[in-house]
């Protein structure tokens, strides 16, 4: 009988085996990790006041204020002035939400937050779970004791940024360089900077959420490259992991059609473990112009037996990334080696997309990345003043080929020491540090910005006496010399660390022989754009010159009566205190003063683009002494007059199409020097060597043929610029005054293809004796816009398109030689009844 009844069990458990091996996917109970956003009802007030009002999440305190109606835009005229009581304000959001039984049933529940801006206690049903201090850091609480099916209330109470630290700034005994901003790990453009607004506030940026497990939780995963070779890339996933109880796993990775599988011994506790693995014949990620930015897609799987217990997927690349900085004849070198071959930066600086995070969506990042694809850029620095970004930004910097230059969230300060606040700065490091490592366009991480230049050059230690500074400079070695190199080199992988940027102030002679470099004596120091050709360093990390936005959008933010240079207004979206008045001496300098404050911004653009095609033509020209090129800025975060070369709502000025065109990866790079035309070239390309030939044609304004000189037989090569021709000016203009006439300099690949065109002038703008003309158009409707067809009889400087309607120009601010026809798209959703009346053209002559 024992026998028959054992037999009937064995038979009951086979089935039951059976049936869950063949029970469809959808219907088989998950033994993996459950995730559930807290997406309840969310609501706010001001704290301990008036009513709740309806709010959503993502939040910040501003944009939960603007949406009820309490507050008008914080961009719009003066209003900015207006709301600066809010940052000394205390405010509650809370939020009702259920919990499904899935979520309820597991073993473990953590409510985890990324995102809280700032100093917050954060409640669930009654019960204090966390308190925060750094925006930058994620904070988990375990909740499951908490947590019921139905009516979880979860109650936030956010202090004031600067009420919460005034005790702890008082109690230093002296101000900081930075001042109150430097004693919060909150983004420090929130206090306003020389292009920003001035809002500091508190909100929810991302929406919480609830992790719930079992026995087994990954807490990290990493992919990483061991070697490389070309038929085989060496592998290691190293996870690691947290367990109630040792068990024995199948631990696999796919990718594709590849598949690894290793046991492991699983302890309880928290540990790391890792296995390894190898992908044959692999696919390089490459930035753009370099190759293909090849992304493998990986899966690692943990079973317990036939149960799938935890799965992270990975989306990588498989790369080397190298800092050089190496002793040579001139100094020392600063060049990024990418899979081993040397590549020539160009790019820009980016700070954060808007003042309110929480604005910021995954098609903004979409649509600014691919303008920086768009004008032929292969790295970004993100800067040190703004927020780590979001995972989309990486994601799509990945999948573009754009190198990331990754600053810690150190800008223009110095920072306090002691204890508490280096813990909070480790844990956000290694956070940070984690949490990016994977993305292969991570190629630096920069410890600060600014800082120590500051310290050493900008006479900040002129107010300590020597104990303080003694002090003050140990803090700063603490944090930037000891801690930040040793989690980055512990932990990210192999990306390389670099101390601050710039490693020497431009006071220091150095600073133009090793290390990276910003130049600022064009613009603070009121140099001449030319002293670009002079100061060249090893790789310019920033470097600019500020310009107006487009008239759209300077209406966009004003009344008719605002737009004046210097109304309140227009100065209240002019952050820098010299700004206006450098705009304005700069242009008289190079420029006929236009009349009218509408063609004053027009030619702002055009100061701007011209001023820095002069520095990005030299950083070129100096190939390989100078490696790189990044210029402050790429972006706006809210509408107003600044370095960028796209506006807050995201319209390229002149400098963006300038930048496209000079960063392309095959240029000439002309210009002038005691009397000669010396005429430059460039490659970018992974090639070794490319065939070109020049045409040198010099023209009058109304298109006479002065001269005309072709050059056959030339190389260029990718390892350095190298000059191409030269000749006296005199000998092209046919005795003509060099006020009205230029050069149009073509260079030519082996089979005539046209690979880069420039148009040279031979005096500044206001000395050009520029005829006056009529630019005809003519536009036809295509299947995305329209086509603008552009011809003049004499020399139009500059042509600028505009319109009212939403969309964008292919080319803009653009040369139109006499009786040359130029074809421009403009690319929109919207049917336009009468085309020619939408456009508006306008060119420099008509500014005089």
């Known amino acids: 009988m024992a026998f028959v009844e054992y037999d009937r069990m064995r038979l009951i458990l086979l089935s039951l085996f059976l049936l869950f091996l063949y029970m469809p996917a959808e219907t088989q109970p998950s033994f993996v990790p459950l995730r559930q956003p807290i997406q309840g009802t969310w609501s706010f007030r001001r704290a301990h006041t008036g009513e709740w009002l309806p709010t959503q999440v993502p939040t910040s305190i501003h944009t939960a204020l603007l949406a009820t109606g309490q507050i008008e835009d914080p961009f719009y005229g003066a209003n900015e002035e207006k709301l600066q009581w809010i940052e000394r304000e205390?405010?509650?959001?809370?939020?009702?939400?259920?919990?499904?039984?899935?979520?309820?049933?597991?073993?473990?529940?953590?409510?985890?937050?990324?995102?809280?801006?700032?100093?917050?206690?954060?409640?669930?049903?009654?019960?204090?779970?966390?308190?925060?201090?750094?925006?930058?850091?994620?904070?988990?609480?375990d909740v499951k004791h908490l947590l019921k099916p139905t009516g979880n209330e979860l109650h936030i109470y956010f202090e004031s940024p600067i009420r919460k630290v005034e005790p702890e700034w008082q109690a230093l005994g002296y101000e900081l360089p930075g001042g109150i901003r430097t004693m919060t790990r909150k983004a420090q453009f929130h206090y306003g900077w020389d292009?920003?607004?001035?809002?500091?506030?508190?909100?929810?940026?991302?929406?919480?959420?609830?992790?719930?497990?079992?026995?087994?939780?990954?807490?990290?995963?990493f992919i990483a490259v061991q070697q490389i070779t070309e038929k085989e890339a060496k592998m290691v996933a190293r996870f690691r992991y947290r367990a109630d109880m040792p068990m024995l796993l199948e631990v696999s990775l796919l990718e594709g059609r590849r598949k690894s599988i290793e046991s492991r011994d699983i302890q309880s506790g928290l540990w790391e473990d890792s296995i390894t693995f190898s992908v044959s014949n692999p696919r390089l990620w490459w930035c753009a112009g370099m190759g293909e930015p090849y992304l493998y897609d990986f899966t690692v799987e943990f079973k317990r037996g036939y149960q799938l217990i935890e799965r992270r997927q990975v989306r990588t690349g498989i790369r080397t990334i190298e800092l050089v900085t190496e002793p040579d004849a001139q100094g020392q070198t600063f060049y990024f080696r990418l899979n081993g071959k040397p590549i020539f930066i160009r790019g820009a600086n980016y700070i954060p997309m808007d003042i309110f995070?929480?604005?910021?969506?995954?098609?903004?990042?979409?649509?600014?990345?691919?303008?920086?694809?768009?004008?032929?850029?292969?790295m970004l620095r993100v800067w040190g003043g703004g927020i780590y970004e979001d995972d989309a930004f990486y994601e799509l910097c990945d999948a573009r080929g754009i190198l990331i230059w990754q600053d810690f969230m150190y800008a223009c300060a110095m920072y306090p020491g002691g204890g508490r606040f280096l813990k909070n700065a480790a844990i956000e490091a290694l956070e940070q540090i984690e949490r990016l490592r994977q993305h292969p366009c991570i190629a630096l991480w920069c410890g600060n910005n600014e800082n120590n230049e500051g310290w050493h050059h900008w006479g900040w230690q002129m107010v300590f006496n020597e104990a303080q500074r003694r002090q003050i400079w140990r803090d700063y070695q603490i944090l930037f010399q000891d801690l930040l190199p040793v989690y980055?080199?512990?932990?990210?992988?192999?990306?390389?660390?670099?101390?601050?940027?710039?490693?020497?102030?431009?006071?220091?002679?150095?600073?133009?022989?090793?290390?990276?470099?910003?130049?600022?004596?064009?613009?603070?120091?009121?140099?001449?754009?030319?002293?670009?050709?002079?100061?060249?360093?090893?790789?310019?990390s920033e470097f600019g010159f500020q310009s107006f936005p487009d008239w759209a959008t300077i209406e966009a933010f004003t009344q008719p009566e605002d737009r004046l240079l210097d109304s309140r207004v227009m100065l209240i979206h002019q952050k820098h205190p010299r700004g206006n008045a450098l705009i304005a001496e700069y242009l008289r300098r190079d420029f006929r003063v236009p009349q009218s404050f509408e063609d004053f911004v027009y030619v702002s653009q055009i100061l701007q683009a011209e001023g820095m095609r002069i520095g990005i033509e030299a950083h070129r020209r100096n190939k390989p002494y100078c490696m790189g090129t990044l210029y402050w800025q790429l972006?706006?975060?809210?509408?107003?007059?600044?370095?960028?070369?796209?506006?807050?709502?995201?319209?390229?000025?002149?400098?963006?199409?300038?930048?496209?065109?000079?960063?392309?990866?095959?240029?000439i790079l002309p210009i002038i020097e005691d009397g000669l035309l010396k005429i430059f070239g460039s490659t970018d390309l992974p090639h070794d060597s490319i065939p070109v030939s020049l045409n040198i044609r010099a023209l009058t304004f109304k298109g006479k043929r002065l001269s005309e000189v072709a050059i056959s037989n030339l190389t260029l090569r990718p390892d350095s610029a190298r000059l191409l021709w030269?000749?006296?000016?005199?000998?092209?203009?046919?005795?003509?005054?060099?006020?009205?006439?230029?050069?149009?300099?073509?260079?030519?690949?082996?089979?005539?293809?046209?690979?880069?065109?420039?148009?040279?002038?031979?005096?500044?703008?206001?000395?050009?004796?520029?005829?006056?003309?009529?630019?005809?158009?003519?536009?036809?409707?295509?299947?995305?816009?329209y086509q603008l067809e552009l011809e003049s009889p004499a020399l139009a400087k500059n042509v600028h398109l505009s319109t009212s309607i939403p969309g964008r120009f292919s080319d803009n601010y653009f040369d139109l030689l006499p009786g040359e026809r130029r074809t421009v798209l403009f690319t929109t959703t919207r049917q336009l009844e009468a085309p020619e009346q939408a456009f508006r053209i306008r060119h420099l002559r008509q500014t005089w």
């Open 90 to 141: 205390e405010w509650e959001f809370r939020c009702t939400f259920d919990v499904s039984t899935a979520i309820l049933e597991r073993k473990h529940i953590q409510l985890i937050f990324r995102g809280i801006d700032t100093y917050a206690h954060i409640f669930l049903n009654d019960s204090l779970i966390l308190e925060t201090e750094n925006m930058f850091r994620t904070w988990k609480a």
């Open 195 to 221: 292009w920003g607004p001035r809002f500091v506030g508190c909100g929810i940026l991302k929406a919480p959420e609830l992790l719930a497990w079992d026995d087994f939780l990954i807490e990290d995963l």
């Open 357 to 378: 995070q929480d604005r910021v969506t995954p098609q903004h990042y979409q649509r600014l990345l691919d303008d920086v694809l768009a004008a032929n850029m292969n």
């Open 488 to 540: 980055v080199a512990n932990y990210a992988g192999g990306v390389p660390y670099w101390e601050s940027s710039p490693k020497f102030g431009r006071s220091n002679p150095r600073s133009l022989s090793e290390g990276d470099a910003h130049y600022w004596g064009v613009w603070h120091d009121e140099e001449p754009f030319e002293v670009f050709n002079k100061k060249v360093p090893r790789f310019m």
């Open 635 to 667: 972006n706006d975060v809210w509408p107003v007059a600044s370095w960028s070369s796209v506006d807050y709502y995201g319209r390229w000025k002149a400098l963006h199409y300038y930048v496209r065109d000079a960063f392309q990866p095959v240029v």
């Open 726 to 785: 030269q000749t006296p000016v005199r000998t092209l203009l046919d005795r003509r005054k060099e006020e009205e006439a230029l050069a149009d300099i073509r260079l030519l690949s082996s089979t005539g293809e046209l690979l880069h065109r420039r148009i040279v002038y031979f005096a500044p703008p206001k000395k050009l004796l520029l005829p006056e003309t009529t630019v005809s158009l003519r536009v036809v409707a295509t299947d995305n816009g």
